[in-house]
């Protein structure tokens, strides 16, 4: 269930039912010279619209965008601070549990928006206002990433590439997946440590190009199998969620400050 497409009366009639909605996120940033900018928000909202569509769960307008500042060299990348990140998913979630929601999977498609939605999910979560849990497509089908490709990259690689051949191949420029590659970097973390620390911030300090990984490898048939297996995952975690009473959700009680001297005032 899109909420754009919905009329008032049939969201009333679902949150009388039901309490769980669907967020999608990503970016709009450089995905290299081969793909679009909004990869990201593309990804999160196909994978989004497909698992509600499958089970008839609420699905929102996608936020297209978020935590990018790491990308600023390169054409059109946008971005917001990670404050207003932040406060804004924040206010939509409160928006939400305002028409009823108490549970959110935030699908996001960006590794820069992680651990700001964590963030957010344990605000909401603090104050027992709602269950909101952040997923990221490609961890939850490791194994089969690892199957089908020999250097998947974090950014831009082959596994996002085939999932955009997949979702909207006329974006994909076929006649660049040589130059992402031989102009960007495989992707060694290791490589990338000094004496155990991280040295750069921006991804034009470790590829030049902006991406990672060996493009040439995708096609639209891994695209989809990922993107099926993907779809899977997030509709067993809804399904999941949807199970959970409540109460099991919100945050435990405060640790007893001195539990030997309750339980002796309790034997009086």
Not at 11 to 32: F, K
Not at 114 to 142: K, N, Y
Not at 219 to 242: K, M, N, S, Y
């Amino acid at each position: 269930m899109f909420l754009p497409h919905q009329s008032w009366p049939d969201l009333a009639d679902y949150v009388a039912d039901e309490s769980l909605a669907v967020v999608p996120l990503g970016s709009t940033e450089q995905h290299g010279p081969h793909l679009p900018e909004g990869t990201d928000y593309l990804i999160a909202e196909a994978l989004a619209r497909a698992a509600t569509d499958r089970t008839g769960y609420l699905c929102t307008p996608p936020i297209p965008v978020g935590v990018s500042s790491h990308h600023r060299q390169f054409h059109g990348t946008m971005w917001v601070d990670p404050p207003v990140f932040r406060d804004y998913v924040e206010n939509l979630s409160r928006n939400l549990t305002y028409h009823g929601i108490d549970r959110i999977v935030y699908v996001n498609a960006h590794g820069g928006n992680v651990q700001h939605l964590r963030e957010v999910g344990r605000r909401l979560h603090e104050d027992e206002t709602a269950f909101a849990i952040e997923w990221m497509w490609d961890e939850s089908i490791p194994g089969l990433i690892e199957d089908v490709f020999e250097t998947p990259g974090p950014h831009g690689g082959p596994k996002e590439t085939a999932m955009i051949m997949h979702i909207a191949e006329e974006l994909v420029h076929d006649d660049r997946l040589e130059d992402a590659r031989d102009g960007g970097a495989i992707f060694d973390y290791e490589a990338e440590l000094v004496h155990g620390a991280r040295i750069f911030y921006d991804a034009i300090e470790n590829s030049p190009n902006g991406v990672f990984g060996d493009q040439t490898d995708a096609t639209p048939e891994i695209g989809e199998r990922l993107f099926e297996a993907a779809t899977e995952q997030l509709v067993a975690l809804l399904e999941w969620l949807d199970d959970q009473p409540f109460s099991d959700l919100v945050a435990s009680p405060h640790v007893d400050p001195q539990p030997a001297e309750s339980g002796r005032n309790s034997n009086r």
